[in-house]
């Protein structure tokens, strides 16, 4: 069975950074697709990156430019870098693991939350001005 444990975040101010990592076990392979998503208060949850098993990302473009989605699989770990981080970050974070290698566009490369068979029990992100 497939455990995910997310850790780091936390409360910042605009402009900061936080790094989420991800820590994955019960896995048989450590190269899956797998994606970070974040709920807002009273908002559906939405893909924000994803990473396939060659290292391939894709990020939501309100993203693009300020998060980096990386995997040390080694260690089993995803992590998500945010930088210049905006009020509208605000959320709670999830990490999501699929059995799939590559990204499928029926479900929006990464970013469709239906094709994740496994989540994590999130982190709170909290951006203030």
């Known amino acids: 069975q497939v455990q995910l444990v997310e850790s780091g975040g936390g409360s910042v101010q605009v402009g900061g950074s936080l790094r989420l990592s991800c820590a994955a076990s019960?896995?048989?392979?450590?190269?899956?697709?797998m994606g970070w998503f974040r709920q807002a208060p009273g908002k559906e949850r939405e893909g924000v990156a994803a990473?396939?098993?060659?290292?391939?990302?894709n990020y939501i473009d309100s993203v693009k430019g300020r998060f980096t989605i990386s995997r040390d699989n080694a260690k089993n770990t995803l992590y998500l870098q945010m930088n210049s981080l905006k009020p509208e970050d605000t959320a709670m974070y999830y990490c999501?693991?699929?059995?799939?290698?590559?990204?499928?566009?029926?479900?929006?490369?990464?970013?469709?939350?239906?094709?994740?068979?496994?989540w994590g029990q999130g982190t709170r992100v909290t951006v203030s001005s």
């Open positions: 999501a693991a699929d059995l799939s290698l590559y990204f499928s566009p029926s479900h929006g490369y990464g970013l469709g939350t239906s094709q994740y068979c496994c």
């Open positions: 019960g896995y048989d392979r450590s190269t899956y697709v």
């Open positions: 990473i396939d098993s060659d290292g391939r990302t």
